[in-house]
């Protein structure tokens, strides 16, 4: 039961880490803003857990303060990115962004758990948008919107400014 119970733990770490990854992608702000506050929330939430596991009797070492530390890191992380997404902000408006790159990676596909064998490979097609405030925004497209796709063209998005203040393309 307790090996279930690490497992689950681990997984909910990792599905709040990757939520927070999958928002950060559209949203126009450094990856160390959001994991910055997410650490200092970590940092400063220390000394309360430590009061409270001193009342409880129970042991705080090291260990304990680093396995706090990823944890509430990784939910503030999650829960900082989700908040700005999700929480109401500001009216939505349209800003205008130039194609400075379109490019394309290829990636090969495996099946099998110890022998690793190639299935075949895919491709997937990114472009590369600078927005006014002279920001770059990468996106995944699809093969037909990447054809029609000029480099230097220009591209209308939806833009609102979330709660804490970050731009959010909707």
Known sequence: MKKFLIGGGIFVLVAFIATGVALLKYTQVEWWIPAGAAAVIAIV???????LRAKRKRKTGIWEMCLHAA????????????????????????????????????HTQYRGVRRRHPVGKTRQYYILVQMPDSSTVEMPVSVEKYNRTRTGARMDFDVRTGFLGWPVMV
Request: glycine share 12%; net charge neutral; no cysteine.
């Open 45 to 51: 939430t220390i000394p309360l857990t430590a009061m």
């Open 71 to 106: 944890i509430v890191g990784s939910v503030a992380f999650g829960g900082i990115m989700a908040l700005n997404r999700f929480a109401p902000g500001t009216a939505e408006h349209n800003e205008t962004g130039t194609v400075i790159q379109k490019y394309s990676r290829e």
